[in-house]
């Protein structure tokens, strides 16, 4: 499995209930989506749950079940769409290590996105140890980095790079 993210930072003064209305509108176009594990849409507002209170962004974190997959989304329509409205993002990916499947997170209101450098000489079996339960944890072979991503149902302590608000989960729905 691949984990992928990608981040837009917005203006100070955007208004994310834009942002909000474009996950309520869209969200549920990816339940199904052929090899989609599930995407949390993520985004965090200036002063609410977010970093540090200082920035707006929307930062969808997706697990896919393979490279087909994930290349096929970004070469869809929806895809280009975002790109039109948001501008050419940085697309991060990693190989999933252990994640938690959807009926674990389905509900999950918060998530908080931490990534740390394996120290060198790390034995790995160490540094990768899966989170369990609502975490995913991933690794970046080329950048020697672990993403370890929490999903709850209420906002993580301070202390996280990364804290987020859930505004929906796309995944495999029963038709």
């Known amino acids: 499995m691949i984990a992928m993210q990608y981040r837009f930072t917005l203006p100070a003064d955007y208004d994310m209930s834009i942002i909000e209305q ?3 509108d869209n969200g549920a176009r990816l339940d199904n989506y052929p090899g989609l594990v ?4 993520l985004y965090a507002r200036r002063g609410g749950v977010s970093p540090d209170g200082k920035e707006n962004r929307y930062a969808p974190l997706y697990v896919w079940r393979d490279g087909t997959a994930m290349t096929g989304f970004l070469q ?4 280009e769409k975002l790109i039109r409205d948001f501008g050419w993002p940085v697309i991060e990916c990693w190989t999933v290590i252990s994640s938690p499947d959807l009926t674990a997170i389905d509900g999950c209101l918060f998530a908080t996105i931490s990534t740390h450098i394996i120290t060198p000489y790390t034995t790995l079996t160490e ?4 989170g369990g339960g609502n975490e995913l944890t ?4 080329s950048r020697w980095s672990v993403l370890r991503a929490r999903f709850s149902s209420r906002p993580e302590e301070p202390g996280f790079p990364d804290r987020y608000r859930i505004g929906y989960i796309a995944g495999p729905r029963a038709v």
């Open 22 to 24: 474009r996950i309520h």
């Open 127 to 130: 540094a990768l140890q899966p």
């Open 138 to 141: 991933a690794w970046d072979c």
């Open 76 to 79: 869809s329509d929806a895809f």
């Open 38 to 41: 599930f995407k949390t849409y």
